[in-house]
């Protein structure tokens, strides 16, 4: 079974810095884009940044030039570094992989269960 387990949340004041990693592990045969979703009070779940299996990257405009996405295969690891950080940053941030557990199985969608950023003075 597949899990994906997010870190690295917390408290930081507006221009502050933070870095969320998200640990895939169980039976994983390839993972292909993986990415970054937030979800703030009221809104809906929105794409922040995605990285394809290829190394290509897209970040959604608010966070441009703020926020790198990242991936480390050898340590099935995702990061998301996230710097000039602003109030309206503030949301509980997600990891999604597309991942193929075995060679006979087909891609899935996983979900990890959040990790809460709140940028406040």
């Known amino acids: 079974q597949v899990q994906l387990v997010e870190s690295g949340g917390g408290l930081v004041q507006p221009g502050g810095s933070l870095r969320l990693s998200c640990a895939a592990s169980?039976?994983?045969?390839?993972?292909?884009?993986w990415g970054w979703y937030r979800q703030a009070p009221g809104n809906e779940r929105e794409l922040v940044a995605r990285v394809r299996s290829g190394g290509s990257t897209n970040y959604v405009d608010s966070v441009k030039g703020r926020f790198t996405i990242s991936r480390d295969n050898a340590k099935n690891t995702l990061y998301l570094q996230m710097n000039s950080l602003k109030p309206e940053d503030t949301a509980v941030y997600y990891c999604?992989?597309?991942?193929?557990?075995?060679?006979?199985?087909?891609?899935?969608?996983?979900w990890g269960q959040g990790t809460q950023v709140t940028v406040s003075s």
């Open positions: 169980g039976s994983i045969f390839s993972i292909g884009a």
């Open positions: 999604n992989a597309v991942i193929k557990p075995s060679y006979y199985q087909p891609n899935d969608n996983y």
